[in-house]
T-cell receptor
């Protein structure tokens, strides 16, 4: 079993829909990251969370430390939101990040 | 503020060859982490360098080695290339002790 599990693996939705991507992890963490990766490979950091909730524009990220679970929400989705969204956890120190496999999101106009 | 850069962008090698990938960290960052991302998978941690010393290592064989220079830029070297080494190689820079990492655009390595 992977230390970081994401669901769904693939998601296709219509423009304007509310999107939720889930992430569960099985290890103690110092922070959880939500990242966006477009075709071509570049990774952009969206959020870094250690507790509670963060909002940036149409994106909202929440984390429940006790349940080892995080969600990324996209409100009023748009075709430009189409990308792979990756959850990653950091345990601090020199261990690097541990990544989920990603959720491939397609927003159709 | 200069972001993280990587070179080359793409590279094609044959089995058994050696390759060197380069990463320049973001201005002010002293730590570089390297990751391998196979097609359809999430990135996997290779190792991390801090102040020119290897600070942590993932589950990769000794064929994968690295360096960090006094200006905090870094190299990833892979010897005796295998077909399964074909992947996107990402570096990320950070300030030691801080969780946030900033990723470069990656180098796509194809081994034939």
């Amino acid at each position: 079993k992977n230390e970081v599990e994401q669901s769904p693996q693939n998601l296709t939705a219509q423009e304007g829909e509310f999107i939720t991507i889930n992430c569960s992890y099985s290890v103690g963490i110092s922070a959880l990251h939500w990242l966006q990766q477009h075709p071509g490979g570049g990774i952009v950091s969206l959020f870094m969370l250690s507790s509670g909730k963060k909002k940036h524009g149409r994106l909202i990220a929440t984390i429940n430390i006790q349940e080892k679970h995080s969600s990324l929400h996209i409100t009023a989705s748009h075709p430009r939101d189409s990308a792979v969204y990756i959850c990653a956890v950091g345990r601090g120190g020199a261990d690097g990040l541990t990544f989920g496999k990603g959720t491939h999101l397609i927003i159709q106009p | 503020e200069t972001g993280v850069t990587q070179s080359p962008t793409h590279l094609i090698k044959t089995r058994g060859q050696q390759v060197t990938l380069r990463c320049s960290s973001q201005s002010g960052h002293n730590t570089v982490s390297w990751y391998q991302q196979a097609l359809g998978q999430g990135p996997q941690f290779i190792f991390q360098y801090y102040r020119e010393e290897k600070n942590g290592r993932g589950n990769f064989p000794p064929r994968f080695s690295g360096l960090q220079f006094p200006n905090y830029s870094s190299e990833l070297n892979v010897n005796a290339l295998e077909l399964d080494d074909s992947a996107l190689y990402l570096c990320a820079s950070s300030l030691y002790g801080h969780n946030e990492q900033f990723f470069g655009p990656g180098t796509r390595l194809t081994v034939l």
